[in-house]
């Protein structure tokens, strides 16, 4: 057996919970995590976020034990409560006025039980989940071209492509290991690579051209682009006349927004040579993948972004062959899975529909549920605006944090306090379970067993590898009980995952046949007995009962697509302005989205100290140009207003933004930044097809913020600070790190002392060591219990004096003799640490001053000479791009005559 054989044998193989490429992972009990060699997604390869995941599993400030009004309480008293509130808002109001939020990182199984629970016994479609949020508009996209929700290629296909076109997808940091296939693709044949995106990000160092299109102008690009292929004859009409239908009606959509290349120019602003080559590539080259994610999908008009593009493969033929097709990649672990039980409010199980009555029957008899919902529920905004004015007065929430990560953040905070009964399922506290009357402990990642479904069709296993904390406990089994309470035993009786799973497989085949045949079907996995689900390895769909799947597991190449006649349907698309629009008032527009090593509202990746360290805090990106109009320098505070909300951010002056436009990252919460949410900004103009709500162009004002004073603050306490100024938080080895600064000036006297000792947090009979200069507007504090460092605290008038935040973290909770406790306030403390710079390779701790370093003295000229050296970009290369800008930048400062 080789090493790596003894290695895989020994360690649990499970799946990664972040994104949607569903990597293999190797996990041990003791939290050691590598990739899986022998997984088809990653083929050993894990991300700087998938490689950090041991370091999640500390169990320190977990959820583990039912709360009822902040106090423990029994498993039995919270369920019977939870099933109690449901069953008399029932009884008195309707099934109507309760409601179900899910999570795209629940497991298949969890996801199966509560949309049996909620739309087949309490008999409401009043479920839906953040994946609302996240690819609703594919969903839509899919089922009006397709007739089903279904990705009809593969990842292989992006490595067989001649042409990848990326849009609205920063895939170097949001889908790190596809990106790297597709990097090591274009290495080894050529692919030719364009990025669509207003903003030049990482995932742009590989491409040969990057179109970098206004917000809102992906459909009339694509239109454009059809009406180009019809023009240059381009069109496979005899696969189109055999396969599909809608052609002609949307060409003439098309041809009223974008006819002909110049109005396509004008309307994404552009250059119209750019337009021109993107458009010739395409109609040349055959093998032609178009990857999209949230820039298409989070919007307005999102699904007629997807059916644009779409269009277009359908007008080629280009779809089901290798190295073809249009493939979106989804942005969490199981939104496919929770889109195959129907876990959004507008879906039935198995890929069934509400818009047709056979469905409805055959579900029906299936769960044996004669109060099955009729008709679709309530879609995520709708839904919290119904919690906010009554309509709904029963929620619970299961694995995720609307709080932060909903448009109008701090409207749905406001429903929250308003509903009458909160029931909140999570592993850890969140800005959600605050408004929770009941809290419930859930198992979390490496502690349950179930599937996922990754964004090419392909059903993994995660695994449990290490027993829950306290009195945690699966998603399931909760929902399970509350049903059991409610007086559905007899179909809810399930022992473990494998009996969930089983069902739904079953039910994907049952009666799955005739005019309407569905594609979904994994009817052959249905007798399954627990150990052959316990070994379950990777599989895609369709699976069905007795075989007849395609064997390289693409779809509709020679048509059979899940509509009535078999056709696939091309859908009018025409171009409209983005829902809401810069003005004079507030003339530039936000852009919202994630950075490469933080995940959704940060409730597990803010807690693993080098992840922080790449983004520190969240940043406000702005061209150079925006920003000498609105009067805000770089590395000062701006504050950043909309209609629904408003913060204060750090600027960040970039030429890599598009002008007109600002980025701010998604993540932060107010458990990490004073900011809160960027999403108590953004506004609630839904696509009227899918729900999804536009994040991606909110008009927004920005103003400068004086600054009077900075600091930074050490201690051990991680509570979320007291308003009037900035503040960010990262984790360090010993507690946690704040950087401050503030735009009123520092309370003076006793308030002065009373603020400080807030800020210190220390215990009452903690030593003091001070140091104060009025004069030049300098304070240093430092605290300690029982001879080690409990806090310090560093204040300026600028950040010039301040230490570096790494420099003062490695002394957080050492001792400090007697005579060297009067350097802890020194401008440099003694027994500091050497300065590293912002850190780049997350998966090594290699920070930008080794990277400048390295480069000078041993005259690196390439990245491979960069990893040969300090092994950065090594493992899941995803600081790759920007390892590639800094050896550009500290080459060109090195030449000779350079400024």
């Given at each position: ?290 990857l999209y994610s949230q820039g298409v999908n989070q919007s307005a008009a999102g699904s007629d972004k997807v059916n644009a593009i779409i269009n277009c493969h359908l007008a080629t033929g280009r779809i089901g062959r290798a190295g073809t097709g249009p493939f979106s990649l989804t942005g969490q672990p199981n939104a496919m899975g929770g889109r195959e039980v129907g876990g959004l409010a ?551 005559g350079a400024a």
């Amino acid at each position: 057996m080789t090493p790596a054989a003894a290695e895989a044998s020994a360690a649990t193989r499970t799946t990664c919970p972040y994104c949607g490429v569903g990597c293999g992972v190797l996990a041990r009990a003791d939290g050691s995590i590598a990739g899986d060699p022998d997984h088809p997604a990653n083929r050993g390869r894990l991300c700087s976020k998938g490689a950090a995941l041991g370091e999640t599993l500390d169990p320190a400030g977990r959820l583990i034990h039912p709360e009822i009004d902040g106090r423990r309480a029994s498993w039995a008293a919270a369920l019977d409560l939870v099933a109690e509130r449901f069953a008399g808002v029932i009884r008195e109001h309707g099934p109507d006025a309760v409601a179900f939020y899910l999570s795209g990182q629940f497991l298949t199984e969890d996801y199966y039980v509560a949309n049996k629970l909620m739309k087949g016994y309490i008999g409401s479609a009043n479920i839906d989940t953040n994946s609302r949020l996240c690819m609703a508009s594919s969903v839509a996209g899919h089922i009006r071209a397709f007739g089903e929700d279904i990705v009809p290629g593969c990842y292989e296909d992006v490595e067989e492509a001649d042409l990848v076109v990326l849009v609205g997808s920063n895939a170097a940091w949001c889908h790190p290991v596809l990106f790297q296939r597709l990097a090591a693709a274009k290495a080894a044949r050529g692919t030719r690579i364009v990025v669509i995106d207003p903003r030049r990000t990482a995932t742009c160092e590989i491409a040969d051209l990057h179109l970098p299109i206004g917000a809102g102008s992906d459909v009339a690009l694509f239109d454009g682009l059809l009406v180009h292929l019809a023009a240059q004859r381009r069109v496979d009409r005899a696969w189109v006349a055999r396969h599909g239908a809608g052609l002609e009606a949307a060409l003439d959509a098309a041809r009223a927004c974008a006819p002909d290349i110049a109005a396509v120019a004008a309307i994404a602003g552009v250059e119209r040579a750019a337009v021109e080559t993107f458009y010739a590539w395409f109609a040349a080259t055959d093998r032609t993948v178009t990857l999209y994610s949230q820039g298409v999908n989070q919007s307005a008009a999102g699904s007629d972004k997807v059916n644009a593009i779409i269009n277009c493969h359908l007008a080629t033929g280009r779809i089901g062959r290798a190295g073809t097709g249009p493939f979106s990649l989804t942005g969490q672990p199981n939104a496919m899975g929770g889109r195959e039980v129907g876990g959004l409010a507008n879906q039935l199980a198995a890929h069934m529909s509400f818009d047709r009555p056979a469905d409805l029957d055959r579900l029906r008899r299936f769960w044996q549920a004669p109060r099955l919902a009729q008709q679709p529920g309530r879609k995520a905004v709708d839904l919290f605006d119904a919690v906010l004015d009554g309509r709904i007065k029963a929620l619970w929430i299961m694995g995720t944090n609307p709080a932060a990560s909903m448009p109008r953040a701090d409207r749905v905070r406001a429903a929250l306090a308003a509903c009458p009964f909160v029931a909140v399922a999570d592993c850890w506290p969140t800005d959600t379970t605050r408004y929770a009357k009941v809290v419930l402990p859930a198992a979390g990642w490496g502690e349950k067993d179930g599937t996922v479904t990754n964004s090419a069709r392909q059903i993994s296993r995660q695994r449990a590898f290490r027993a829950a904390p306290g009195e945690a406990r699966p998603d399931w089994w909760m929902l399970s009980e509350v049903a059991r309470r409610m007086g559905w035993a007899s179909a809810f009786r399930y022992r473990n995952p494998a009996d969930i799973f089983r069902e739904h497989a079953a039910l994907s085949g049952f009666e799955n046949d005739g005019d309407h045949r569905r594609v979904f079907d994994i009817g052959a996995l249905a007798t399954l007995d627990d150990a052959a689900y316990g070994r379950l390895a990777p599989v895609r769909w369709p699976l069905p009962r007795g075989g007849g799947a395609s064997a390289d597991g693409r779809l509709f190449a020679a048509g059979g697509f899940a509509t009535a006649d078999g056709r696939a349907r091309f859908v009018a698309t025409p171009w409209r302005p983005t829902a809401e629009r810069p003005d004079a008032r507030r003339p530039l527009l936000l852009n919202t989205g994630r950075v490469r090593d933080q995940w959704h509202t940060m409730t597990r990746t803010g807690r693993v100290a080098r992840l922080m360290l790449h983004a520190e805090e969240p940043l406000l990106d702005i061209h150079p140009e925006d920003a000498a109009r609105c009067g805000v320098d770089a590395g000062g505070l701006a504050r950043i207003e909309s209609r629904h909300g408003a913060a204060v951010l750090r600027v960040r002056l970039s030429r890599e933004q598009r002008p007109g436009e600002v980025f701010a990252p998604m993540h932060w919460t107010d458990r990490f930044a004073s900011s809160g949410p960027i999403d108590r900004l953004v506004g609630a103009a839904v696509d009227p097809v899918s729900g999804q709500p536009e994040l991606k162009a909110t008009p927004v004002s920005v103003a400068p913020v004086a600054t009077l004073w900075h600091g930074i603050l050490l201690r051990q306490n991680e509570a979320p600070l007291a308003g009037g100024f900035h503040w960010s938080r990262i984790p360090v080895a010993a507690g946690q790190s704040f950087a401050l600064a503030g735009w009123q000036p520092l309370p003076g006297g006793a308030s002065s002392e009373a603020w400080i000792a807030a800020l210190l947090a220390a215990p009452d009979d903690a030593e003091q060591v001070i140091y104060a200069d009025p004069r030049r507007g300098v304070f240093r504090y430092a605290s300690l219990a029982d001879g080690r460092l409990a806090a310090v605290l560093f204040l300026g008038r600028s950040e010039a004096g301040l230490p570096e935040r790494d420099v003062l973290a490695a002394l957080l909770g050492q001792t400090v003799e007697p005579g060297a406790r009067a350097g802890l306030v020194a401008a440099q403390p003694t027994g500091a640490v050497a300065e590293r710079g912002r850190l780049v390779c997350a998966c090594f701790g290699i920070g930008l001053r080794a990277l400048h370093d390295a480069i000078r003295s041993r005259r690196l000229t390439s990245a491979a000479e960069i990893g040969a050296c300090l092994r950065a970009g090594t493992n899941c290369g995803s600081c790759l791009p920007e390892l590639a800008e800094i050896l550009r930048d500290t080459l060109a400062a090195a030449e000779p005559g350079a400024a």
